[in-house]
């Protein structure tokens, strides 16, 4: 990676910016002093003229904005010269590093720690053979492996120490390559600001005339974006740098990332905005984020999903993640802006409540995303659910058979007989409906609802406006009745009075329950039966 560090070389470049940044605090507040004057001049009409009223236009147009700007990113960098400082500390005691040297003399330890503890192993194994426990080729033996267990532990040390090093340079970097990269900016737009402003043509009016020069530096420094970063010294980011370097490493060596690993990534890239990242990162993510937005490898994957050895449960629970990052990475904007106004806001989120900010917020969301029927994909989804399903019945029926072939009664024709095959409505009715219940039960695969998309995104992808007026239990309830429908294959009704009933267990409140079977619904909420039907119907009109 090329990355040096030299402890000498650091604090001379921390001297040097705090001394100019003393200069600069000083140049820059009799500058804006200097304007407030001119200005407060200017309106009190202690100076006047064409040409006054002119330079008072590009002042307050052009120059103050640019000096305010200015003292904004030199209090940025004195802000990120702190944080340099405490970064600076973890590794300045080792004087000068070199990553590049230590990762070469790591893979060199590691070579000789392993040529020692196959010399330790002979010597072991040539010990357990030895009868005679006092001959002298026993007590020489066992001198040189008191010795190689002395080497083994000299070199774990190093290595050990080597590992520190290597795991504080690398810390280093992340956090300080975060640094003085937006300051930096505004102070190279402003020297071009200042080098343009001096080829400004006055004329005896007082007009000014900027022909021929690039002004574009003006709306570039005001739309560059301020942030302070300071120095994360916590464990939780110390892991995640952790798991980002094994994650590097995997990609330079050409390997594949699994769905955690990305995420692992992609969180990282995400925390730190102003780092400039390799080309192979950076690639990886749009590549990813592209094959995720894709319907046809949207379809590859639940594919490969369905065919896996996993369990019917993990199958769903992947299946519906398939789902929330095809729709994810589709309205990726539209979800991160959600989330940038959403996490800044003090309070809890209701998207149902009548707070003007929230429902501002949630409309913005509903205005952004694709119109792409969300229905449609939900039944899609449901339909995968339900494949899962096929699936482990024929696994089942294929064992029976397989049993009933083998060990046949007598007149038993080997065959299962339809009335009680596996999957069936009566048959396995019971085993059924508890399969289902475990996946629609709070906190399960198919409670939409309450589904955490991710750690650095904790909302649901599920429960937000996809159309006009939706609720936020919509898509959870229209799942129930569509899954419901074809994993139970029982009446709508049942189907209704089922959900109905875990309502009722949800809100532990039995005079609630009643209260609404005596006014003839289903006990669950206002409107969640008429959403279930619409997933049953749905279901219906599919498998006509």
Same mark, same amino acid.
């Given at each position: 990676?090329?990355?040096?560090y030299?402890?000498?070389?650091s604090?001379?470049?921390?001297q ?6 003393? *200069? ?5 507040d009799?500058?804006?002093? +200097? ?7 200017l @309106?009190?009409g202690?100076?006047t003229?064409?040409a ?12 103050i904005?640019?000096?305010?700007k ?17 970064a600076?500390?973890?590794?300045? %005691? ?6 590049d040297?230590?990762k ?15 010399q ?8 357990n ?7 002298l080729?026993w ?13 083994k532990?000299?070199i774990?040390? +190093?290595i050990q120490?080597? @590992?520190?090093k ?12 975060q640094?003085?990269? @937006?300051?930096?900016?505004?102070l %190279?737009?402003a ?10 043509i ?6 000014y ?9 003006v ?7 301020i942030?302070?970063?300071k120095?994360?010294?916590s464990?939780?980011?110390? @892991?995640?740098?952790?798991e980002?370097q ?7 060596? #050409? ?5 955690k ?17 390799p ?17 046809e ?31 994810f ?12 106004i ?5 309070g ?20 952004s995303?694709?119109?792409e029927?969300?229905r ?6 449901g ?5 899962v ?14 049993g ?23 048959g ?5 409906n508890?399969?289902?219940?475990e996946l *629609? ?27 006009? #007026? ?13 899954? +419901?429908? %074809? ?12 959900? #109905? ?7 532990k409140?039995?005079?609630?329950y ?5 006014? #003839?619904?289903? %006990?669950d ?8 039907q ?11």
């Open positions: 990676m090329g990355v040096k030299s402890a000498q070389e604090q001379e470049l921390i040097a910016m705090t001394n100019n940044l003393q *200069v600069a605090n000083e140049v820059t009799r500058l804006s002093s +200097g304007c407030d004057h001119l200005i407060s001049s @309106d009190s202690e100076l003229g064409a006054y009223t002119a330079g008072k236009g590009l002042f307050i147009e052009i120059i904005p640019s000096i305010k200015l003292q904004a990113a030199i209090d940025d960098i004195q802000l990120e010269l702190t944080s340099y400082k405490h600076d500390a973890q590794v300045s %005691g080792y004087g000068d590093l070199d990553l040297q230590l070469e003399l790591k893979k060199l330890r590691e070579e000789q720690l392993a040529i020692v503890e196959a330790i192993q002979v010597r072991e194994n040539w010990l053979q030895i009868t005679d426990l006092f001959s080729n007590g020489k033996a066992f001198s040189e492996k008191t010795i190689l267990y002395n080497t532990f000299q774990e040390s +190093g120490d080597l @590992d520190n290597i795991e504080k340079l690398e810390f280093f970097v992340s956090q300080v390559s640094y003085f990269n @937006d300051s930096l900016e505004v %190279g737009l020297i071009k600001g200042a080098t343009q402003l001096s080829k400004i006055v004329d005896s009016d007082g007009n005339y900027a022909d021929g020069l690039d002004m574009s530096w709306q570039k420094m005001k739309d560059v974006k942030e302070s970063a120095y994360d010294s464990k939780k980011a110390k @892991d995640l740098h952790k980002y094994k994650i590097l490493d995997k990609l330079e060596n #050409g390997k594949e990332l699994s769905d690993e990305f995420q692992i990534l992609e969180s990282y890239v995400h925390h730190h905005p102003q780092i400039q990242f080309q192979l990162v950076t690639e990886k993510l749009k590549s990813e984020a592209t094959n995720r937005a894709n319907p490898k949207l379809k590859e994957k639940v594919e490969t999903i369905k065919k896996s050895n996993k369990t019917s449960m993990e199958k769903v629970d992947l299946i519906v993640k398939a789902y929330e990052d095809y729709l990475y589709n309205n990726r904007e539209a979800f991160e802006e959600y989330w940038r959403r996490s800044a806001y003090n809890k989120w209701d998207p149902y409540s009548d707070n003007p900010f929230i429902r501002e917020t949630e409309s913005i969301f509903l205005e995303v694709n119109r029927n969300i449609k994909i939900v039944a899609r989804m339909d995968n659910v339900l494949d399903k096929k699936i482990e019945d024929k696994k089942k029926y294929d064992l029976i058979q397989r009933r072939s083998t060990w046949k009664s007598p007149g038993d024709n080997g065959l299962v007989d339809n009335a009680i095959a596996v999957g069936s409505q009566w396995a009715l019971p085993a059924d508890l399969n289902f219940m *629609v039960n709070t906190g399960q695969p198919l409670d939409l609802k309450t589904r955490v998309y991710r750690e650095d995104y904790p909302f649901s992808i599920w429960s937000r406006q996809w159309e006009e #007026g939706m609720e936020s239990d919509y898509l959870g309830n229209y799942l129930f009745g569509y899954v +419901g429908k %074809g994993y139970l294959e029982s009446s709508d009704t049942y189907l209704k009075v089922g959900a #109905g009933m875990a309502q009722g267990w949800s809100d409140n039995p005079l609630k009643l209260e609404n079977i005596i006014n #003839g619904n289903y %006990g909420n206002p409107g969640d039966a008429k959403t279930i619409d997933g049953i119907n749905d279901y219906k009109e599919s498998n006509k």
